[in-house]
């Protein structure tokens, strides 16, 4: 029969659900160390208890040695001839057990120390037992029973142990009184030296997933399948389901009659807002339903490999589309798993408009930068306020002759020499020496009568000499281009005199048959 003690060991044993044994051992480690603080040894203790007797026994164990030379530790060692003086029948090798007297002699201080001891050994099995039991059991949904609450914590009963429900695990529309039952789900089992150590939540979006498939039949046989769930507790969540049936619509079933279904599962939730979503395939399309209740006007696929989206709407659309401190947009994005830009019709207009004027201004290159265009011409177009070759290129002979001081003659050279500077730029494109640019035509046809044999052969006739039929070295009095004599006839709008013209060293744009002096002002 057992002794009372035992009893009570195995009493204690299946209230905190752990193995009798693990608390019978608990005890006799106790009374190890209380009779090494006593005795003050160091010797090997252990401690025996009698199921029958109750008694615990303790006693020094020592190794039997050959001869006495052979101990190296007399605490732990003795040679054979001593150990057979207590024990005859010990051999070399065996242990020999010395008893140690503890009762009547182990005081207060001892009792405590092996009480400390006790409770020591079984909270670290309750622990190991508890651990063990939910350690398999993450995710799943439990009913619990609220303990006590510590602080911004809530220590729920689970039956087996305790759990705890940290602040950032609650919703913010949730409070709850000592002794009211709840459904929360286990979020993660840690082994903690303190404080429970099962954490449960009613913030993880595995809980309305439960609730879905508690409340929706067509989810629990696996008709509607939940293909993804975005949660911000106590504001709302978004749940994407998609059905195998064609015969059964998705959201209509997690709806329910008059949404008796989902109302069921806010009312457990204490109001939180549910948006249940079609899921789809297509990434587009999918975005358009996930910012829902926010009408989308188009959603472009800016980086497919990176997941990244840029949705357009409507500007009356903008504040919808991105919630309540960005909520929807944000809940939409941890849905499709996709980064997701929005941005209102008018932003991407500016947008629009900025890249295009950008492109206008990538290439600019100064006026001084083409030759054929003397220092005059130069300083009348930046005064009109065209300083670049580009801006020059694009604009018509109409808009020149508008320009005061430039008449018919100078938009043609200025037209000729707009050319043979992007002639240049196309030849050294292509890896062909300028020279040989203007030798293949460099030149337009329509001057192509005015140039002498002799200068297109050496490519060395100017833009001003073929406009104005002047020779090229033919300057004026002031040392500037001879060419800048016809701006100034163009400005004033009149013909110069031809004997003005021969002054300055120019002739006649189409000289004469037989004339004395050709266009170069070489003798014929």
Not at 30 to 59: C, H, M, P, W
Not at 138 to 153: C, L, Y
């Amino acid at each position: 029969m057992a002794s009372e003690l035992y009893n009570t060991i195995d009493a204690i044993s299946r209230e905190k659900g752990i193995d009798p044994q693990i608390v019978v051992s608990a005890v006799e480690d106790a009374i190890v160390a209380a009779t090494r603080k006593y005795y003050k040894s160091q010797e090997n203790l252990r401690a025996l208890l009698d199921k029958d007797t109750g008694k615990i026994n303790a006693f020094a164990v020592k190794t039997v040695v050959e001869s006495r030379d052979q101990i190296e530790d007399p605490n732990l060692q003795i040679a054979v001839e001593d150990a057979r003086k207590m024990n005859p029948g010990v051999e070399v090798g065996g242990e020999l057990h010395i008893p140690k007297a503890t009762e009547g002699i182990l005081g207060r201080i001892a009792a405590q120390l092996a009480k400390q001891v006790i409770f020591q050994k079984v909270r670290e099995a309750e622990r190991d037992t508890v651990y063990n039991e939910y350690i398999s059991r993450v995710n799943e949904v439990v009913n619990a029973t609220v303990k006590r609450i510590e602080g911004p914590d809530i220590i729920f009963d689970l039956g087996k142990g305790e759990s705890r429900m940290p602040r950032k695990e609650q919703s913010r529309l949730e409070s709850f009184a000592v002794g009211e039952r709840v459904r929360v789900i286990i979020t993660r089992v840690e082994k903690a030296s303190k404080g429970p150590q099962v954490v449960v939540s009613r913030a993880a979006p595995e809980l309305v997933q439960h609730l879905f498939q508690t409340e929706v039949p067509e989810i629990y046989d696996g008709t509607v399948v939940i293909r993804a769930i975005a949660r911000e507790a106590g504001e709302r969540t978004k749940i994407a389901v998609l059905s195998k049936d064609k015969d059964v619509d998705a959201v209509g079933a997690c709806v329910g009659m008059k949404g008796m279904r989902v109302q069921s599962i806010i009312r457990e939730l204490r109001g939180e807002k549910i948006d249940i979503i079609e899921w789809h395939e297509d990434s587009v399309t999918f975005a358009e339903k996930a910012l829902q209740p926010a009408k989308v006007s188009r959603v472009t696929v800016v980086d497919s490999a990176g997941k990244h989206l840029e949705v357009v709407v409507d500007d009356s659309q903008l504040s919808l589309a991105i919630g309540k401190k960005g909520q929807n947009v944000r809940l939409a994005a941890k849905l499709l798993g996709w980064k997701i830009d929005i941005k209102s019709e008018e932003e991407k207009r500016q947008e629009v408009e900025q890249q295009m004027a950008g492109f206008g201004t990538q290439t600019t290159t100064p006026l001084e930068k083409v030759e054929g265009l003397g220092e005059g011409l130069v300083e009348k177009l930046n005064a009109a306020g065209v300083s670049t070759v580009e801006a020059l290129a694009d604009m018509t002979p109409e808009q020149l002759e508008a320009i005061e001081g430039i008449g018919p003659k100078t938009v043609e050279k200025i037209s000729l020499a707009v050319n043979n500077y992007f002639a240049s730029l196309d030849a050294a494109e292509a890896g062909v020496a300028p020279e040989e640019a203007a030798a293949e035509g460099a030149v337009p046809e329509e001057f192509a009568s005015e140039v002498p044999v002799e200068a297109a052969a050496e490519g060395t006739i100017e833009a001003d000499a073929i406009t104005e039929g002047a020779a090229p070295e033919a300057d004026d009095a002031e040392g500037s281009p001879a060419v800048d004599l016809a701006e100034q006839a163009d400005a004033a709008e009149t013909e110069l005199p031809a004997e003005e013209l021969a002054l300055e060293g120019h002739h006649e744009a189409e000289p004469e048959e037989g004339s004395e002096n050709d266009i170069s002002g070489n003798k014929a």
